[in-house]
């Protein structure tokens, strides 16, 4: 096992992996921009280095940076979190070039799942359903042949990268030529590749997202789904486990699927597949998370699996010691995330100190932060401040204790985002779990 482990992020993550690094008894590195000098994960770990100015393109961006920390500090691996340089195959082969432990996959699964393109080959051939399409498409006219046989809606989708960028919907032929100039050269301008592929666009569905785990002696389990359909602009507010609306027949057909698409690329350590799922009960392979996500907490309150620490147990060259059949689902899990934002002024940001801050209690119910009282949030980075996260026997009482705990959860000083959370939960589409991706769009 690890002696130390260097942490290459901030925020409510970065504590995170410290506390479960502290109960494995392993010594922690926080790396720190300068706009983080005051953060809980500095104070937490124990020790740490100033990497840069407070964007993170200077800091927790800068792979120079990160990767002489771990070697001044005398660090084993790498945690990289989630967002940052956790998806990124260089930084993954810089660790491995100076003898550093990555804790996530390797780079080369780690590229080959980031070519979207590729991802959705490479599931194709495992037999994972993936939405109706096409490859790669050369120009317009290939684009517009390739159009008549997937029919309208569709999207236009940038090989490379993320965040939205490269991607357009083309709602028909007469708008085709214009979307795929304008998604090849936003792709090109974002990720230095043009390259695209088109898909049907699918509506109305649900996000549905399947954990897994690998080690490296090729076992693979998959811990259950998470419903993730709560959105905004592709950004996800509410997380839940199970989801309600899957029948036991489609959750043990998409389980079957996710262990097959992890050990089609070999996977190792914590990952997820994302899918569409539609009303029909058909679901599609929509791309593959290689890191830990978010929304991991409600995962661990179900099946009461710690995903940091096997993440770290993987790294170390530990195999799982538990099979498929050994996964047992308890009871419903809710998280709501908490953005500094306003919710009522088109979700502004919202900065400066923390006044008074007041944290829930009770039995099952988590906030996992990185904010304290007096604490000033920086303006650097995302908005999101903590993660509120509670587990009942059944939905209906989890969305009660959700809804008591965001009442009682007090952040003074910043606007922020958890009484609009407790509408959301209050609508009837959530109430009987008909939302989808859509659905949030037109409640605003």
Same mark, same amino acid.
């Given at each position: ?7 290459? @992020? ?87 070039? @100076? ?117 490296? $002696? ?15 602009? @592709? ?48 679901? $599609? ?9 978010? !929304?991991?907490?409600?995962? !661990? ?141 037109? $409640?605003?």
């Amino acid at each position: 096992m690890f002696k130390k482990i260097l942490i290459a @992020n901030r925020g409510e993550i970065a504590v995170r992996v410290i506390r479960a690094c502290k109960e494995m008894g392993i010594s922690t590195v926080a790396v720190f921009s300068e706009a983080d000098r005051e953060a809980l994960h500095t104070k937490f770990a124990d020790e740490g280095y100033c990497i840069g100015g407070p964007q993170s393109k200077h800091s927790y961006l800068n792979m120079n940076a990160v990767v002489s920390a771990a070697i001044a500090s005398k660090a084993e691996a790498i945690h990289p979190g989630y967002g940052f340089l956790s998806e990124n195959a260089e930084f993954a082969k810089m660790c491995a070039e @100076n003898e550093l432990v990555f804790i996530g996959p390797s780079a080369d699964i780690i590229s080959r799942m980031g070519d979207k393109d590729m991802a959705r080959r490479t599931m194709r051939e495992a037999g994972v359903p993936i939405i109706p399409g096409c490859d790669l498409v050369r120009s317009v006219e290939h684009a517009k042949e390739e159009a008549e046989q997937i029919g309208f809606p569709l999207l236009i989708k940038a090989r490379s990268g993320g965040g939205g960028r490269g991607i357009r919907l083309v709602n028909t032929a007469e708008e085709l030529e214009q979307a795929y100039n304008a998604a090849t050269g936003e792709a090109v301008a974002a990720f230095g590749d043009g390259a695209v592929y088109m898909e049907k666009y699918l509506l109305p569905v649900k996000h549905i997202e399947m954990q897994l785990l690998g080690d490296n $002696y090729g076992n693979v389990v998959c811990l259950g789904e998470r419903d993730c359909s709560t959105q905004r602009k @592709n950004q996800k507010l509410i997380e839940e486990s199970p989801a309600a609306v899957m029948s036991d027949e489609v959750r043990r057909k998409m389980t079957d699927a996710t262990i097959k698409a992890g050990k089609a690329v070999g996977y190792q350590g914590a990952g997820t597949i994302e899918y569409l799922y539609d009303k029909c009960g058909n679901f $599609y392979f929509m791309e593959m998370n290689t890191r830990l996500q978010v !929304e991991h907490p409600v995962t !661990e309150m179900v099946t009461g699996i710690d995903l940091v620490k096997w993440q770290i147990r993987v790294a170390a060259g530990l195999k799982l010691d538990f099979c498929q059949e050994d996964i047992k689902f308890s009871g419903h899990a809710i998280e709501c995330r908490i953005n500094a934002e306003d919710p009522y002024q088109n979700f502004r940001p919202s900065g400066g100190k923390i006044e008074l801050l007041h944290i829930p209690g009770g039995p099952w119910v988590r906030f996992d932060t990185a904010i304290y009282q007096n604490y000033a949030i920086p303006p650097f980075y995302d908005s999101m401040i903590g993660k509120l996260i509670v587990h009942a026997k059944t939905r209906d009482e989890a969305i009660r204790k959700m809804k008591a705990a965001l009442c009682e959860l007090i952040i003074e000083g910043v606007v922020h985002n958890g009484g609009f959370q407790e509408v959301i939960l209050s609508a009837d589409e959530f109430a009987d779990s008909s939302y989808t991706t859509d659905y949030l769009v037109k $409640y605003l």
